[in-house]
């Protein structure tokens, strides 16, 4: 499975982006069928989630400090994840990257992702 993650960039602090992850190779019934997330690493911190959707997009859970601000989204038909980020903060900045997770479900721990997009940088300024 490769997974590319783009839509990065730099934005103003109260802007807007949207995060894509698309899905390639021999990877469409392994993505389709399982749960996929978005997790970030700022500068010299661990790598966190940020949000999380279950093999059929019909349950997301959304880490606290994005709630209402960022939501993520899929397309199976596409193979592919979104997040939707608005009113960025500068503590938004940071490497978002999607992952596959290991089932069906929804988890927030890192260890349950065994794919790994290779990141795209998301800069808010102040």
């Known amino acids: 499975v490769q997974l590319q993650a783009s839509g990065g960039g730099l934005v103003q602090a109260g802007g807007s982006l949207r995060l894509s992850c698309a899905a390639s190779?021999?990877?469409?019934?392994?993505?389709?069928?399982?749960?996929m997330a978005w997790f970030r690493q700022a500068s010299g911190m661990e790598r966190e989630f940020v949000a999380g959707?279950?093999?059929?997009?019909?349950?997301?859970n959304h880490a606290a400090s994005v709630k209402g601000r960022f939501t993520i989204s899929r397309d199976r038909s596409q193979n592919a994840l979104y997040l939707q980020m608005n009113t960025l903060k500068d503590e938004d900045t940071a490497v978002y990257y999607c992952?596959?997770?290991?089932?069906?479900?929804?988890?927030?721990?890192?260890?349950?992702?065994?794919?790994w997009g290779q990141g795209t940088l998301v800069t808010v300024s102040s």
């Open positions: 959707i279950n093999w059929n997009g019909g349950n997301t």
């Open positions: 992952a596959v997770a290991r089932g069906a479900w929804v988890s927030t721990s890192a260890r349950d992702y065994t794919y």
């Open positions: 190779g021999r990877s469409g019934r392994i993505v389709s069928n399982n749960g």
